[in-house]
């Protein structure tokens, strides 16, 4: 019942930008924490950016200052905002829905590749 569905994946050039979206059913969005994670060729996935139900967000240290994690509770969607990317940011990108001390959902992922 619960679906969450990644979008705006895409080959962009070194230096370019790319805006993702997640879109979320089945659950009570704005009661969710949301996050980004992603999973580079051959790597664990890792978390990249999280935004908490009210709004206030983190990143790991490798994005910070390029990529931004905004929440629009009444389209039920999360979007990451990525500004200045390099190949080191290949990986498939996955949105995730929890809630402290529940379960977390997952998307199926998008697929961003930055050429050099």
């Known amino acids: 019942q619960v679906r969450l569905v990644e979008s705006g994946g895409q080959l962009v050039q070194s230096g370019g930008s790319l805006r993702l979206s997640c879109v979320a059913s089945?659950?009570?969005?704005?009661?969710?924490?949301m996050s980004w994670y992603r999973r580079p060729p051959g790597k664990q996935r890792e978390l990249v950016a999280f935004?908490?139900?009210?709004?206030?967000?983190n990143y790991a240290d490798s994005v910070k200052g390029r990529f931004t994690i905004s929440r629009d509770n009444a389209k039920n969607t999360v979007s990451l905002q990525m500004n200045s990317l390099q190949p080191a940011d290949t990986a498939v990108y996955y949105c995730?829905?929890?809630?402290?001390?529940?379960?977390?959902?997952w998307g199926q992922g998008t697929q961003v590749t930055v050429s050099s």
């Open positions: 995730n829905a929890g809630r402290s001390f529940g379960r977390t959902w």
């Open positions: 089945g659950l009570t969005f704005s009661t969710y924490d």
């Open positions: 935004i908490i139900s009210s709004g206030n967000t």
